[in-house]
């Protein structure tokens, strides 16, 4: 098992950056990937970034050039840095981790949420 614990969110004012950072509670296996989803209310959850331990990163595409997700693997650390904030952005984000013993077998995990709203 392993916890994810996120913190960084809170309010802010459209324009405005915040920065969320997700910390495991233990060494991570070698192969896995560390994401940032989120839930607006009303809405479904949906994937913003992901970033693997080989450094392959990926953005959804609402947060594409506002957004950088990066790692700390020293101390098995994901953040969100995020730039340009507006309204539609507010949202519970949650930290993923996926393991993988090997390409067909996988865990994932989720952290249990931080909210960020951003007023206009």
């Known amino acids: 098992q392993v916890q994810l614990v996120e913190s960084g969110g809170g309010l802010v004012e459209a324009g405005w950056s915040l920065r969320l950072s997700c910390a495991a509670s233990r060494s991570l296996r070698p192969m896995n990937v560390m994401g940032w989803s989120r839930q607006a209310p009303g809405k479904q959850r949906e994937l913003v970034a992901t970033i693997s331990s080989s450094g392959r990163i990926s953005y959804a595409d609402p947060i594409k050039g506002r957004f950088t997700i990066s790692r700390d693997n020293a101390n098995n650390t994901v953040y969100l840095q995020m730039n340009s904030l507006n309204p539609t952005d507010t949202a519970v984000y949650f930290c993923?981790?996926?393991?993988?013993?090997?390409?067909?077998?996988?865990?994932?995990?989720w952290g249990q949420g931080t909210q960020v709203t951003v007023s206009s």
């Open positions: 993923s981790l996926r393991e993988y013993r090997s390409l067909a077998d996988s865990t994932t995990y």
